[in-house]
């Protein structure tokens, strides 16, 4: 149990263009969503909180309108990196978590965004 | 300032062998203390979670230990096999949400 997915696994765009990850949770309701960002070598950086149904959190330096987080539903969250640069290309991860006694945080498998 | 540190940054190791990863962490108001497994171009995954009151958790070839007093805990592997090529990240927990992420020590198993 406790799979997250990520959607696409991977994926090039050109500079100036905005690109949508999706985030679900198969088999629990995740009231928690977060999404972070991972350079070469480097450890994950907490990009922001999102809550389903409210607005998301974001964490200080990350800019709010260039990442745009989306947490419609219990089971999906997306985020879109609007006009993209390739300053932006990173991996990008997801995590779902669910009420249960650690807070657990599951984590989805990355997204590798490359911005030409 | 929450922070939490690894080392050694990067370890080679022999297929059979065992080696032992650490951290330290300053963490407050501390939750719990996490090690994950993390293959490259892939996502985190957990290992073992301890609380302050736990000192020792194994999940099969891993074991990991904390020690509350000084902070630190450590990830020691047994029998090394080939797949437990990854990095592997120590994340101290904070109240409810925040993980505080180490930058991971890169474990490569040589046959």
């Known amino acids: 149990g406790a799979v997250v997915s990520q959607h696409p696994s991977w994926v090039i765009c050109k500079s100036g263009t905005s690109v949508k990850i999706e985030c679900r949770s198969l088999?629990?309701?995740?009231?928690?969503m977060f999404w972070y960002r991972q350079f070469p070598k480097q450890s994950l950086m907490l990009m922001a909180t999102s809550n389903e149904g409210s607005k998301a959190t974001y964490e200080q330096g990350v800019e709010k309108d260039k990442f745009l987080i989306n947490h419609a539903s219990l089971t999906l969250s997306t985020l879109t990196v609007t006009s993209a640069h390739p300053e932006d290309s990173s991996f990008y991860i997801c995590?779902?978590?669910?009420?249960?006694?650690?807070?657990?945080?599951?984590f989805g498998p990355g997204t590798r965004l490359t911005v030409l | 300032k929450n922070q939490v540190e690894q080392s050694p940054q990067s370890l080679i190791i022999l297929e059979g062998k065992n080696c032992t990863l650490q951290c330290n962490y300053t963490v407050s108001p501390f939750s719990n203390l996490r090690w994950y497994k993390q293959d490259t171009g892939r996502g985190p995954v957990s290992l073992t979670i301890?609380?302050?009151?736990?000192n020792t958790k194994s999940n099969g070839r891993y074991t990991a230990t904390l020690d509350a007093d000084t902070k630190q805990s450590s990830l020691h592997i047994t029998a090394s096999q080939l797949s437990d090529s990854a990095s592997y990240i120590c994340v101290g927990v904070s109240g409810t949400y925040k993980y505080i992420f180490g930058t991971g020590t890169r474990l490569k198993v040589l046959a």
């Open positions: 995590s779902a978590s669910g009420l249960d006694l650690y807070n657990e945080q599951f």
């Open positions: 088999d629990f309701q995740a009231t928690t």
């Open positions: 301890m609380t302050f009151s736990e």
